[in-house]
Structures are given as structure tokens and as C-alpha cells.
């Protein structure tokens, strides 16, 4: 069963393409909602809880996935099955890091479309031009605003929740973490509102395509595929 007929996936596709117009067509709104967080000198810098933001954003990527790689080996050196970790969940969890927020975000998105980051461009007291999300420029050469690689390290724990869960409750908590480290984010003038949308969506998709061909069995994509046939339109 392909993804693209599964009713949930359609509506996260479509949902991704209404941003990305809406962003295209007012791309004032990001300098808007930067503009709440800038004091007419400057974005707030060297504050405990940005600090805090940091180490806490390492900390989990590091903590998650060791804990689940040391899980997958007991539960193979002794015939166990703790927390439910398999090798299809941890090969799953490299491949969102990997492809998510590695690959797309970190290595394609911000080393290509040079964007300059809110604090760089003039209408903040930089000396950059503001350019609209998904328009390509030279306003930045590396490691650029668009989009943010820590909205998708923090946005990694739907990935968590989708392989270990699937309860609404652990997958809202999930949405909060990677909302609270966009904020964080959005707060100091690192990102724009839209840099950190764009990295939910492409954690989100990668991470709920990837669930559907990499967890989930023949048996369970079937399953899934009469569900969707059978779901009232």
C-alpha cells in the first residue's frame, strides 16, 4: 500500500503546500512575529534559558537515541523484548535523524537557500537583505536560517512517539517539545517563524512516511490500507 493513499498522509502533504503559499504569498509574517521579540536593538542573546535550550537539545538526541541502541542490544543478548525496541524501531529512528533532520534540513535546506538569519537582516539592525521563506539567495553562505536544525532535533521526538507510543497524549507532548525549542529559537533572532515550521513538517513527513514503510509490517500496511478503503470520505 503506498503512502499517498492513506487519508492522514494526504492531509499532512496538503496541509505542508497551504503553509508554504500562504508563507510565499505574506512573507511579513515572519518579520512580524520576529518583531515581538525584538527590542529595537537587538534579540535577547546570552540568556540562561537559551543556554539551557541548548544542553537540554543535546542532551535528548543523545540520551534517546543511546538509551534505545543500548535497549536493541540487551533485548538481543538476552531474548528480551524491553520497551517493545526492535531493529526495525532503531533502524527507524537513524533514518528520521539521518534523512530528516541531517540530510534535509542541515545539509540541503540551510547550505542552499541562504537565507540570512533574523538578527543578520536590516529591518533588526543587520545588514542583510530579508528574503521570503523558500526563495533562494546569497544573503548567507553556511549553516543558514532556512530552516532550523534544532526545530527539527526537537521536532525528532514525534519520531519517538510514533515508534514507541502512538498515544495522542505522548505525541501532543511530543508537538510541545519541538514547539518550546522553536520558540526558544524564534526568541533569539536564530530562526524565523517559518524556518521552524518548515523543519515540523519535514521531520513530521519523514518521519510518518518511514513509520508506514519501515515499522509496520506487510501485514500492518495492509491492515492499514482497508481501513483507508473502508473511512468514509
Known amino acids: 500500500m503506498h503512502y499517498l493513499s492513506l487519508r492522514r498522509g494526504r492531509i499532512i502533504l496538503v496541509s505542508f503546500l497551504l503553509f508554504t503559499i500562504t508563507m510565499m504569498a505574506l512573507p511579513a509574517i515572519d518579520l512580524e512575529i520576529s518583531g515581538l521579540f525584538f527590542d529595537g536593538h537587538s534579540f535577547p ?22 538509551t534505545v541502541i543500548a535497549l536493541y542490544a540487551c533485548n538481543r543478548a538476552l531474548a528480551r523484548n524491553l520497551g517493545g525496541i526492535d531493529g526495525r524501531r532503531v533502524l527507524y529512528l537513524l ?19 541562504g537565507r540570512a538569519r533574523p538578527r543578520d537582516v536590516v529591518e533588526f539592525g ?18 543558514c536560517s532556512f530552516s532550523s536544525g534544532d526545530a527539527a532535533g526537537g521536532f525528532f521526538a514525534l519520531a519517538l512517539a510514533l515508534a514507541f507510543s502512538r498515544r495522542r497524549a505522548v505525541f501532543a507532548a511530543a508537538l510541545a517539545f519541538g514547539a518550546v525549542i ?26 510518518d512516511v518511514l513509520y508506514h514503510y519501515v515499522v509496520l509490517s506487510h501485514v500492518e500496511r495492509t491492515a492499514r490500507s482497508v481501513v483507508a478503503v473502508q473511512a468514509p470520505s
Open 45 to 66: 542573546r546570552g540568556r540562561w534559558w537559551q543556554n539551557l535550550q541548548q544542553a537540554g537539545l543535546t542532551l535528548f538526541l543523545y540520551l534517546s537515541m543511546t
Open 95 to 113: 533514518l528520521v535523524l539521518g534523512v530528516g533532520a541531517g540530510l534535509i534540513v542541515n545539509t540541503t535546506l540551510k547550505d542552499n537557500f
Open 182 to 207: 522553536s520558540l526558544a529559537r524564534i526568541a533569539t533572532g536564530a530562526h524565523f517563524f517559518s524556518d521552524t515550521v518548515v523543519s515540523f513538517f519535514v521531520m513530521l513527513i519523514v518521519a
Open 126 to 143: 543587520g545588514t542583510r537583505q530579508f528574503t521570503a521563506a523558500f526563495v533562494v539567495s546569497r544573503e548567507c553562505n553556511t549553516n
